[in-house]
C-alpha cells in the first residue's frame, strides 16, 4: 500500500498509451481528492471528464468527498482506494483497471448514510470539444475525433444521464433507500470503444 499525500498524484491507465488508452489521473481539488479522465493517444494525453469541485463543504457533495487516497495492488493489477467524510456520512471509493481483454475502468463507490441522503453519486463535467451522446443500449458516450469512450452503470441499482446545456454527466444510485443508517453503492465502468 502507497499513500497518496494531498496535492500529489497517482494515475491508472487502461489500453496501450501508444496508439488508444484510458487514464484516470487523481487530483487535488479545493480540501479533497478528485479525478480526471483522459484519453491517451500516440504519446499525448487529451481531457475528457473532470470530477466537479463543490464550491463549499456539503453534507450531500457532488462526488465521494475522498480526504485519503492510497494505491494498492489487487489480484496484480493497480487500484487507488478512497475514504472520505461529509456531514454525518463516510464514503468510500475503489477504481481500478478491468481484468482480461476489456480496456477500461470500473469505479465502486459507497456512502454509509447516518440519515436519507438529499443526494449521492458522481458527476464529471466533460471537456470543451467533446462530443457527449446518449444511447438507450451503450448508456453514455464521448467522442473524440474517432475515438469513442463509453460511461456504463456496472449494475441494476446505477444510473447515468447527461446534461448538454452545463456539460455535467452524473452517475447515481437508482434509489437513496428508505432509511436513515444504511450504505447506498453506485458503480459504473467507463471502457474504450
Given at each position: 500500500m502507497t499513500l497518496i499525500e494531498p496535492n500529489t498524484s497517482a494515475e491508472l491507465t487502461a489500453g496501450d498509451p501508444n496508439t488508444l488508452g484510458l487514464a484516470l489521473r487523481l487530483v487535488w481539488?479545493?480540501?479533497r481528492f478528485g479525478h480526471v479522465i483522459e484519453l491517451l493517444r500516440g504519446g499525448e494525453r487529451t481531457p475528457l471528464l473532470q470530477t466537479v469541485a463543490d464550491p463549499q463543504?456539503?453534507?450531500w457533495p457532488?462526488?465521494?468527498p475522498l480526504q485519503q487516497a492510497s494505491l494498492e495492488t489487487i489480484d496484480g493489477r493497480l487500484a487507488i482506494l478512497g475514504v472520505g467524510l461529509a456531514g454525518t456520512s463516510h464514503w468510500s471509493i475503489s477504481m481500478e483497471t478491468l481484468a482480461g481483454d476489456s480496456e477500461g475502468l470500473r469505479i465502486d463507490c459507497a456512502c454509509r448514510c447516518t440519515s436519507l441522503p438529499e443526494?449521492?453519486?458522481?458527476?464529471?463535467r466533460w471537456a470543451d470539444g467533446v462530443d457527449c451522446q446518449t444511447d438507450?443500449?451503450?448508456?453514455?458516450?464521448f467522442r473524440v475525433d474517432e475515438a469513442c469512450v463509453q460511461i456504463a452503470p456496472d449494475?441494476?441499482?446505477t444510473v447515468a444521464s447527461?446534461?448538454?446545456d452545463d456539460r455535467i454527466c452524473e452517475i447515481r444510485p437508482e434509489s437513496l433507500g428508505e432509511g436513515n443508517a444504511q450504505t447506498v453503492r453506485w458503480c459504473y465502468q467507463i471502457l474504450l470503444m
Open positions: 481539488q479545493e480540501d463543504q456539503l453534507p457532488a462526488n465521494p443526494s449521492l453519486g458522481s458527476s464529471y438507450a443500449f451503450a448508456g453514455i458516450l449494475d441494476q441499482q447527461c446534461s448538454g
